[in-house]
């Protein structure tokens, strides 16, 4: 064993120091987000025992809150799965200390972006109507319907992030199983563990597992918000059926997800001290992506309004008005500046591309973000072709209670799941660290064997 | 077969609007309250939309009975995800209240913005529980619902002419609007049968669809002798 494994063992401890050391900050962060979540859970019975008529809609508003943001948590949910995926295809090596809190973020926004649509319905007691289970009445759901795609895809990526968060923890909850005295935390982390003892033929499998993962969740993760996208481009309300949404959802979702990405980050780095593995390089790198992802965000939004705008298409040009000059011309500009001219101002110059600043550019883009959801669904429906009709849409204060609670619960989730496993994935940045000194491609199984409790001579080690 | 369809003759219109009060005590539809009907949650299956032309004092006033257009192609149904609307054999966009779950995905994909909404559970105080239509469910709160064409009314008369076995007859249905209608500007009958009030009306040169561009194919018809302007403008 070499100088790579000594290297290995501190950094091992630094990391896992980090996380028995309670944080004050993540207790406080916990337990304010616990009243959020009671916020959330509050106004979602309310609703429930008094009608989804306690929120703003109305007729001809008939989507309101709750579906901008279900649109918006999908999209933030693009920020792990995807770009951790896409990072690890492309061998990306910074992607190390990112890809675990990238793919966290997925999971609970998906958890929370699901939750939306069933918050939405006028009898959401009845919502299984939708899933197709062999009943008595032989009755399937119309698989016609965007909404029956979206619970397909949206099922298949919770199930695939799930999996794809939990294969690379799997060596990570071995090493805090052997770290962890015994009582139900040890059982808590040999659960999770799945029994792994690190021989090569197990980090073999898991390799594989992960290959095999990160290369099929990519296509998944582009249906997701393409098919997002159709549950608005399918119809043929003005400024909804257009053919542009399904790539431009998903390059918006990108986006708010790497703007997550950069403010989770720059928390991190803050909050756990962990400035050597969370480095200037890596906010140098996201920022490139981000402002990239910020112009494309900017060209499919101009291509958008150029074609609706150019055709001349009296309904069309209704609801193009009312955005661009009219009762929402407020909420669009602003987008544009916080989506589009700030992150191109800020993030084209090197200084620009530090923590502090891109996560303040993506807590801008954040709200950008919103608001293009915002500007989606409620300007196409108060602006129906009958004008008799024209109506308008101000949010309840439950609408707004479950909101804010829907943050408090992704924070919980988040700071619980921060404070349980290691935020930043250990034996991915003890890799990292071997190939950083010259290791063999087949390092891996000798490094993994002495954070073990199993450890034994490995077969085909390379690190001896 | 029978393709149940309507025809309203614009130019007999007068904006009554006795055919919105007889809509809603037909077919059981629940009084929201000023509050409500504020906030944009009226539930009238049929509405008259006015139209001004003009500079006062040279103002004209038109109306437009819009309902459910029982669209041949309606955008609605492919929406919704749990077939609580479908397209039935006679013609009629129908409405299976209990399949409902209240996903709104039909009403903001309806071109015409007719459908409607339960917002909360229907209440009807005493003495309004005791004119209830037995015929029709009321409906519970979190439920779509919209123009049925009097489905109730079709019915019965298809048990009357089986009990005196004969076919139904041009004018055996009439629907509530059409029957409240002071100046008969409403017809109603069978589209397939050439003979029948609806067909001849439809034949009319002053007929046309509303929003017929977008080929919903509309079992209601319009006519119209005189110009109009595009209701958006």
Known sequence: MGRPQAGAKALDGELLGRLDRRRPGLLIGSLASGALVLVFFYCWGYQIANGIGVTGINRPVFWGFYIINFVFWIGISHAGTLISAILRVTKAEWRRPVTRSAEAITLFALAIGGLFPLIHLGRVTIFYYMIPYPNSRMLWPNFRSPLVWDIAAITTYIIGSALYLFLPLIPDAAVMRDRAAAGIKKRFYAVLALGWRGTAQQWHSLEWGIRILAVAIIPVAVSVHTIVSWDFAMTQTPGWKSTIFGPYFVVGAIFSGIAVLMIAMALLRRGLALERFLTDRVFNNLGLLFVTMSLVWGYFTFAEHLTVWYSGDLFEKNVHHVLLHGDFAVPFWTMVVVNLLIPVAVLSFPRGRRPLPTALVGCGVLVGMWLERFLIVVPALSTPRLAYSIGDYLPSWVELGIMIGAIGVFACLYFTFTQLLPIVSVWEMREGWRHAAGGGENGQAAEAAPTSAAASPVPGGGGA | ??????????????????????????????????????????????????????????????????????????????????????????????????????????????????????????????????????????????????????????????????????????????????????????????????????????????????????????GVVYLSGTEWREPAE
């Not at chain 2, 669209?71 to 409902?100: D, F, H, Q």
């Open chain 2, 1 to 218: 077969m029978t393709r149940w369809g309507m025809a309203i003759d614009l130019d007999r219109c007068t904006g009554c609007e006795a055919c919105v009060v007889a809509c809603a005590a037909e077919n059981n539809i629940q009084t929201v309250g000023e509050e409500q009907a504020r906030e944009g949650r009226a539930m009238h299956w049929l509405r008259i939309e006015r139209y001004y032309e003009g500079e006062f004092p040279d103002v004209r006033t038109r109306f437009m009975p819009v309902l459910c257009q029982q669209c041949g192609a309606a955008p609605c149904e492919p929406v919704c995800p749990v077939y609580a609307t479908y397209r039935n054999p006679e013609g009629l966009n129908a409405m299976v209240y209990s399949r409902c779950i209240g996903t709104r995905f039909c009403a903001n994909n309806c071109p015409y913005t007719v459908r409607v909404f339960n917002w909360f559970d229907a209440e009807f105080p005493a003495p309004l529980d005791s004119q209830l239509n037995p015929d029709v469910s009321v409906r519970p709160g979190g439920v779509m619902e919209k123009c049925t064409f009097c489905v109730q009314r079709i019915q019965a008369g298809k048990d009357e002419a089986a009990q005196e076995e004969r076919e139904v007859a041009d004018g055996d249905v009439k629907t509530a609007c059409q029957q409240s209608c002071p100046t008969k500007a409403i017809a109603f009958g069978d589209l397939d049968d050439p003979d029948s009030e609806v067909s001849r009306w439809a034949e009319s040169p002053r007929a046309f669809s509303l929003l017929g561009d977008l080929d919903t194919r509309p």
